[in-house]
């Protein structure tokens, strides 16, 4: 079989949603593909549903293996892909019947290194979730500043989400092979898309929506100390930094050691409202953040933004309470 993509489909514990996600897949008009299911050690039905699809439709194979995570999964399907490109489906969520063929097309219609998607949230029942969404980019070419400026934005923007995601894009497979997801951290996605955009050499972007994205209940309700873990994510504002620094775009790297702060900032108020942590488990943790932020990146806003941000490192509750908008 001529494998021109991929597919490759991360599985754990999900068995309400995997038929709909696996059939979607399984009606594509597109042919040339392959489909990656990793049942990352599910301790529901999840397992024996995509055994049914595995048994049905040759292009379909199941990976087993013991639980490791998202990260874990996608990259055991990454080292068995054979296709000329690669893409990931979350098993919650589900394409519509062209979705591997208009983004095929577009790649190989421009010589797209990687093509990226729009997306749209829906309800556990499939509902569209109305939300304002933002100005769209225009449908084409992205210019390297332009997807960068996108990984500054701060707070829930959609089109932010729409680049650094992992599961609405066709990718290389030869330059996704260089940039493995970190296992054993949350937010995957966010280590990974800067470096990868940096290889992509030309990356375009089509405006149809063909990604439904499943916003489940309840997925945010969590533990004080899973909750914690979240944090991580900072790390990796300070990694796009670093490598900003390399590319002499003095402009772009003031951006991202502004929107390092305000991640600080919007982070510890998800943290209070959101997954509600008490103050004094946050205390330490983002009092350190902000000193350093301070000491390293200070002259990037005027002085009074820069005395709120003391004020912040001093006790970010009272600063939450006062200035926060």
């Known amino acids: 079989m001529d494998v021109r993509i991929s597919v490759i489909i991360p599985i754990y514990n999900v068995e309400r949603y995997i038929r709909e996600c696996l059939q979607s897949v399984a009606r594509q008009s597109f042919s040339a593909y392959e489909v ?12 024996r549903i995509a055994q049914e699809y595995a048994d049905r439709y040759s292009r ?5 293996k013991e639980n490791g995570g998202l990260s874990s999964a996608r990259n055991a399907g990454l080292e068995q892909a054979k296709g000329m490109y ?8 589900y394409i519509t019947e062209d979705y591997l063929c208009r983004l095929y097309e577009k790649a190989e219609e421009t010589n797209a290194d990687m093509v990226i998607a729009d997306y749209r949230e829906v309800e556990e029942q499939g509902n569209i979730i109305v939300k304002e969404l933002g100005q ?18 701060v707070g829930e923007c959609h089109y932010a989400t729409t680049v650094v995601v992992a599961w609405n894009k066709l990718i290389r497979r030869e330059i996704m092979c260089r940039h ?3 296992e054993g951290r949350l937010h995957e996605d966010e280590y990974v898309i800067m470096p990868l955009l940096l290889e992509c050499g030309h990356v375009e ?9 499943r916003q489940r209940q309840g997925s945010i309700m969590q533990s004080a100390e899973t909750a914690m873990r979240h944090l991580e994510v900072l790390q990796t504002y300070q990694n796009r930094i670093a490598l900003c620094r390399q590319l002499q775009e003095p402009e772009l790297l003031q951006a991202f050691k502004r929107a390092y702060f305000w991640n600080i900032e ?11 942590v008490e103050s004094s488990r946050l205390y330490g943790v983002f009092s350190r953040r902000m000193w350093g932020a301070l000491l390293r990146y200070h002259h990037v806003f005027g002085r009074r933004k820069t005395m709120e941000y003391v004020i912040f490192a001093i006790s970010p509750e009272y600063y939450l309470n006062q200035y926060f908008k």
């Open 180 to 182: 493995f997801f970190p």
């Open 266 to 276: 919007i982070w510890y108020y998800l943290m209070r409202t959101r997954y509600g």
């Open 36 to 47: 990656l299911m990793v049942d990352d050690g599910s301790t529901d039905q999840s397992g």
């Open 136 to 153: 769209p980019p225009r449908q084409g070419c992205m210019d390297r500043r332009q997807l960068l400026q996108a990984l500054t934005s």
């Open 60 to 64: 379909f194979r199941l990976i087993h």
């Open 86 to 93: 690669v893409c990931f489906v979350d098993a919650d969520d």
């Open 205 to 213: 972007w089509i405006e149809e929506v063909v990604y439904l994205y």
